[in-house]
């Protein structure tokens, strides 16, 4: 069991920058695959980034490439998703998703175990 807590949302202005963290709860974390995704409003969940166990491979949906960067530090049991040069369109609830390393990376809601509550992240143009 894994529960996951995120942080750092906020209001910020086009162009600007945030960090997400996400704080898991277990011993078994650092055997977790991580993702990202967000909800924007009206719409359904999408995929924004994901992270393998180790750290060492790392995938992005394209609207964010270049932009975000996913991170772990597994001794502190967290992930993190670096953001700039922020968008309107970014604006959204910000989901931390955790999932078992089977298979490669993987970028559907369904393919994930556990999720956060959610973030806020809102950026004005």
């Known amino acids: 069991q894994v529960q996951l807590v995120e942080s750092g949302g906020g209001l910020v202005q086009a162009g600007g920058s945030l960090r997400l963290s996400c704080a898991a709860s277990?011993?078994?974390?650092?055997?977790?695959?991580m993702g990202w995704f967000r909800q924007a409003p009206g719409k359904e969940r999408e995929f924004v980034a994901t992270?393998?166990?180790?750290?060492?491979?790392?995938l992005y949906a394209d609207s964010v490439k270049g932009r975000f960067t996913i991170s772990r530090d597994n001794a502190k049991n967290t992930v993190y998703l670096q953001m700039i040069s922020l968008k309107p369109e970014d604006t959204g609830v910000y989901y931390c998703?955790?999932?078992?390393?089977?298979?490669?990376?993987?970028?559907?809601?369904?393919?994930?175990?556990?999720w956060g509550q959610g973030t806020q992240v809102t950026v004005s143009s």
């Open positions: 277990g011993r078994t974390f650092s055997t977790y695959a």
């Open positions: 998703a955790a999932r078992r390393p089977v298979g490669g990376h993987k970028v559907g809601n369904e393919d994930y175990d556990y």
């Open positions: 992270i393998t166990w180790s750290g060492s491979s790392t």
